[in-house]
């Protein structure tokens, strides 16, 4: 499975970015797809996560009602839409899927993912 995120860049609180991330494989809708992000200094933290379908979310507390995750299943694609960017929403953000028939629970961690794309850079400037 290959993931490539797209969609960073530079914006001002306040403003909207929506990130993309395409994956390769057959299979996508049988992935539970997540939304991370790395922060210098920080470490890895879970933004969103969204089931296989689509029918169950998770958001980190804060991004919740600013950041919706959404999925097409037919494009093999996952998205994180992200309003009223903060500063403090600066960081790398990585997309991640976990393939190998994860719990919807677990996915609000790190340990279900085990691929990673390479990450996409969200800077919000105040």
């Known amino acids: 499975v290959q993931l490539q995120a797209s969609g960073g860049g530079l914006v001002q609180a306040g403003d909207s970015l929506r990130l993309s991330c395409a994956a390769s494989?057959?299979?996508?809708?049988?992935?539970?797809m997540g939304w991370f992000r790395q922060a210098p200094g920080k470490e890895r933290e879970i933004v969103a996560a969204?089931?296989?379908?689509?029918?169950?979310?998770y958001y980190a507390d804060s991004v919740k009602g600013r950041f919706t995750i959404s999925r097409d299943n037919a494009k093999n694609t996952v998205y994180l839409q992200m309003n009223n960017l903060e500063p403090e929403d600066t960081a790398v953000y990585y997309c991640?899927?976990?393939?190998?028939?994860?719990?919807?629970?677990?996915?609000?961690?790190?340990?279900?993912?085990?691929?990673w794309g390479r990450g996409t850079q969200v800077t919000v400037s105040s």
């Open positions: 494989g057959r299979t996508f809708s049988s992935y539970i």
């Open positions: 969204i089931s296989w379908s689509g029918g169950n979310t």
């Open positions: 991640a899927a976990a393939t190998s028939g994860a719990s919807w629970y677990a996915a609000r961690t790190s340990r279900p993912y085990d691929y």
